[in-house]
Every structure is written in structure tokens, then in C-alpha cells.
């Protein structure tokens, strides 16, 4: 009789286990059908690399150390003009000239716009001191005329008292 089943305890990956991990692509080559090989004419198979029946190859990735560092075979010696190569130093001392110029036109609008926003602020900083100047003005004479109207207010309440005083004074002096 057959052994039932049983359940396993090997842990299974998760699905994105692997995720950050670069695989390298593998390196691989192959052909054309033969009917499709055959089609591509003679002078562009020249071009590429063949196997030994002369079938065009194609790879996966370009290979690690390719010769003349991958500049092709015909163009490997060609190199600047002597004229190119005589003037370049000028080019460069040109260009050179043209960015400490375009440096020296950006640090000096930076140099205005700095100074018209310095005197933007002070000019803003005078006219609220002088708008503070008069608000604690205002505030201070409006606290005037109204300890002015509360004296004229309280005047009869002192005289009363006053009035007072005097008679409580008077009827401690009969007493004695």
C-alpha cells in the first residue's frame, strides 16, 4: 500500500524575493532559418560575423574587450585636423573669455537686484517706523484726553470726598 502524502516544511521563496538583485543577461548567440540567413545579401553579410557554414550571427550583448575600443577597424585611425588640433586652445580661451564675462554680467545684476531689494527693506523698515511713530502717537494722546475726561469725570466724586474727609476730621477733633 502507498504512503499518503505529506505536507512539506521546506519554505517557499517569495514571489519577490529577488526583486533588487541585477541578472547579469546571459550571453548567447544564434542564427537565422536558413531561408531568412539566406535572403540577407552578400555585401551586408560581409559586414558580421559568420559561423562556419556562413550563417550571420547575432548575440545577446556585445562582447567585453572589443578591439580599437569599439570604433570600428576603418575609422580607428582617424583622429582631429591639424587645424582643429591649432585651434583649439584659442576655441577654448574664447569660450574661457565668454564665461568670465557671462559670470562677471551675472554677479554684477546680482550685485543690483541685492542693492534694490536692501533698499526696498529699508525704505519698507522707515515707513513702518514711521506708521509705529504715529500709531503709538495716536495711542498715546487718545490716553490723554481720556485721563482728561475721567478727571472731569471724577472731579465732583473728589470734591465729595474731599468734603467728606474734611467733616470726619472736624468730628474727631470734637471728640478729643
Same mark, same amino acid.
Given at each position: 500500500m502507498p504512503m499518503a502524502p505529506t505536507p512539506s516544511n521546506t519554505a517557499i521563496p517569495h514571489a519577490n524575493a529577488n526583486a533588487n538583485i541585477h541578472a547579469a543577461p546571459r550571453y548567447d548567440s544564434w542564427?537565422?532559418?536558413?531561408?531568412?540567413?539566406a535572403s540577407i545579401p552578400r555585401e551586408v553579410r560581409d559586414q558580421y560575423q559568420t559561423d562556419d557554414k556562413g550563417?550571420?550571427?547575432?548575440?545577446? /550583448?556585445?562582447? &567585453?574587450?572589443?578591439?580599437?575600443?569599439?570604433?570600428a577597424e576603418e575609422n580607428a585611425t582617424l583622429g582631429h585636423s591639424a587645424r582643429y588640433l591649432s585651434g583649439i586652445q584659442q576655441h577654448?580661451?574664447?569660450?574661457?573669455?565668454? %564665461?568670465? *564675462?557671462?559670470? +562677471? /554680467? !551675472?554677479? @554684477? @545684476? +546680482?550685485a543690483d537686484r541685492a542693492a534694490?531689494?536692501? *533698499?526696498?527693506? *529699508? &525704505?519698507?523698515?522707515?515707513q513702518m517706523s514711521a506708521a509705529?511713530? =504715529? &500709531?503709538?502717537?495716536?495711542w498715546?494722546?487718545?490716553?490723554? =484726553?481720556?485721563?482728561? *475726561?475721567?478727571?472731569?469725570? !471724577?472731579?465732583?466724586?473728589?470734591? @465729595?470726598?474731599?468734603?467728606?474727609?474734611?467733616? %470726619?476730621? /472736624? !468730628?474727631?477733633? @470734637?471728640?478729643?
Open positions: 542564427v537565422l532559418y536558413d531561408d531568412v540567413d550563417h550571420v550571427l547575432f548575440f545577446t /550583448a556585445p562582447p &567585453q574587450n572589443r578591439p580599437k575600443h569599439g570604433v577654448r580661451a574664447e569660450r574661457e573669455r565668454k %564665461r568670465k *564675462e557671462r559670470d +562677471e /554680467a !551675472l554677479r @554684477q @545684476q +546680482e534694490r531689494d536692501s *533698499e526696498v527693506k *529699508e &525704505q519698507t523698515a522707515r509705529a511713530g =504715529r &500709531q503709538i502717537g495716536d498715546i494722546l487718545s490716553m490723554q =484726553r481720556e485721563n482728561e *475726561e475721567m478727571e472731569k469725570e !471724577l472731579a465732583p466724586v473728589r470734591a @465729595q470726598k474731599a468734603a467728606w474727609i474734611a467733616e %470726619r476730621d /472736624a !468730628l474727631k477733633g @470734637q471728640g478729643q
